[in-house]
C-alpha cells in the first residue's frame, strides 16, 4: 500500500489544510513536550515566527527513565488545544499508547508514532483506524524495509495520510545522540509514494547541529522538517541542549527559504 510500485506519483498529506509533500517544504515546530501553558505559547509564537505552518509539542513523553518527566497527559492536550485556538497552528502530537489513541485523536490534527514505538503493532493498528493524519517516526535500529513496513500496518488498516519521518539512527558514534541516515531521504522517496521529513533535533540532539542538519535535509530532498524551540531551553523538561532558542530562529527561517522543494 505505501509502495510506489503501485502508486507512481507521490503523495501530499494535508494536516488540517495544510500540506506535506513533494510540492513544498513544510517546518513543523514546537517545544519537545508541553510543560505549562505560557511556555507551549511562547514556543508556538517562536515557530510561527521561523514559518512553520504545524505546531509539534509532546503530552505524553517516552523517556528513558521513568524518573523522567513524563508529559501532562490529557492536561496537555488541553493546552495544546488553547494554543491551537490562539495561534492557528494545527498540532502534532504523540501517542504512545494504543489505549490512548482515540483520547488524542480527539485533540491532535495529526498523530505522532515516535521511534520507540515504531514497531507498536497494535498502537500502529491502532492510529490507522483513528481517522487522522499520522507522523511515523523511523525506529532507531530498524532498516528501511522494517520502517515502510510498519507504515503498512497503518495503511491496511485504511489510512494512506501517513507522513514518515527520520529522526536518525543507531550506530556506533557517540559524538551524536543518533546519526542522521540523510540518504533515507531519497532512499525511502524512491521506495514510497509517503513523503519524507527529517527531525533534525533528535537525530543529533545538540542545539549547533540542528541548523547544519536541517540545510543537509532539506537540500536533499525532504519534504518538510520537525524542530524542537524553546523559550527556556535551560529550564526545559525534556531534551532543552537540542530546542533552539529565538536568536536561531532567522537562521531556520532562512534555510526554508533557501532551498526551494526538489520536485
Ligand atoms: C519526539 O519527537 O518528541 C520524540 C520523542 O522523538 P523520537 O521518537 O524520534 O525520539
Known amino acids: 500500500l505505501v509502495s510506489r510500485e503501485n502508486h507512481p506519483q507521490r503523495s501530499t498529506v494535508t494536516v488540517r489544510g495544510v500540506p506535506i509533500g513533494p510540492d513544498t517544504v513544510t517546518l513543523i515546530a514546537g517545544p519537545c513536550a508541553v510543560e505549562t501553558p505560557e511556555q507551549t505559547l511562547e514556543a508556538a509564537l517562536m515557530a510561527k515566527a521561523a514559518g512553520a505552518t504545524l505546531l509539534r509539542g509532546g503530552a505524553y513523553k517516552p523517556r528513558t527513565s521513568p524518573y523522567a518527566f513524563q508529559g501532562l497527559g490529557e492536561k496537555g492536550l488541553r493546552i495544546l488545544a488553547d494554543v491551537r485556538e490562539q495561534t492557528g497552528l494545527p498540532i502534532v502530537t504523540e501517542v504512545v499508547d494504543a489505549h490512548d489513541v482515540a483520547l488524542v485523536a480527539s485533540y491532535a490534527d495529526m498523530l505522532q508514532v515516535g521511534t520507540r514505538n515504531a514497531q507498536n503493532f497494535a498502537l500502529l493498528q491502532a492510529v ?13 535500529t530498524a532498516t528501511i524495509e522494517e520502517w515502510l513496513m510498519a507504515a503498512e500496518y497503518v495503511a491496511q488498516r485504511g489510512n494512506l495520510d501517513i507522513v514518515l519521518c527520520e529522526r536518525g539512527i543507531r550506530t556506533y558514534e557517540p559524538a551524536t545522540r543518533n546519526t542522521l541516515d540523510i540518504s533515507a531521504v531519497p532512499v525511502v522517496q524512491r521506495l514510497s509514494h ?38 527556556h531551553p535551560e529550564q ?16 531556520l527561517a532562512a534555510v526554508m527559504r533557501d532551498f526551494p522543494p526538489l520536485v
Do not use: Y
Open 128 to 140: 490507522g483506524a483513528a481517522g487522522k493524519p499520522v507522523m511515523l517516526k523511523r525506529g532507531m
Open 194 to 231: 509517503l513523503p519524507v521529513i527529517v527531525d533534525p533535533s533528535h537525530s543529533g540532539g545538540r542545539r549547533d547541529l540542528v541548523l547544519p542538519l536541517s540545510r543537509a535535509a532539506v537540500a536533499v530532498g525532504a519534504d518538510g522538517l520537525i524542530v524542537d524551540v524553546h523559550p
Open 236 to 251: 526545559a523538561l525534556c531534551d532543552g541542549p537540542q530546542a533552539l532558542v529565538d536568536g536561531d530562529l532567522d537562521a
